[in-house]
């Protein structure tokens, strides 16, 4: 059964960081390109990272570019991301799938980025 759990969520002010973890089961890890997604209430869910199945970044959506870094490690079959700079708008809860064959979406982590 493929599974996410995801954590490292929590309230920070803006400019602040955290790292989230999302640590998977279920499937090869190593052979799958990995995103990290979040959504707000009333919007769609909206990829921000991902990263290929070599632990290379691929690519980020324009508003976390040069904020946000993805990583993965694959002998602990995790993946993470790096949040500087947090901004209001970054407040999501962040999720993490595979990018081109999506399991159930895990429980998310929450990020509130508030002063």
């Known amino acids: 059964q493929v599974q996410f759990v995801e954590s490292g969520g929590g309230l920070v002010q803006p400019g602040g960081s955290l790292k989230l973890s999302c640590a998977t089961s279920?499937?090869?890890?190593?052979?799958?390109?990995m995103g990290w997604y979040r959504q707000t209430p009333g919007k769609e869910r909206e990829l921000v990272a991902k990263?290929?199945?070599?632990?290379?970044?691929?690519d980020y959506a324009d508003a976390v570019k040069g904020r946000f870094t993805i990583s993965s490690d694959n002998a602990k079959r995790t993946v993470f991301l790096q949040m500087n700079n947090l901004k209001t708008e970054d407040t999501a809860v962040y999720y993490c799938n595979r990018v081109y064959r999506l399991g159930d979406w895990g429980p998310g982590t929450q990020v509130t980025v508030s002063s």
């Open positions: 990263i290929d199945d070599n632990g290379k970044p691929l």
């Open positions: 279920g499937f090869t890890f190593f052979a799958f390109t």
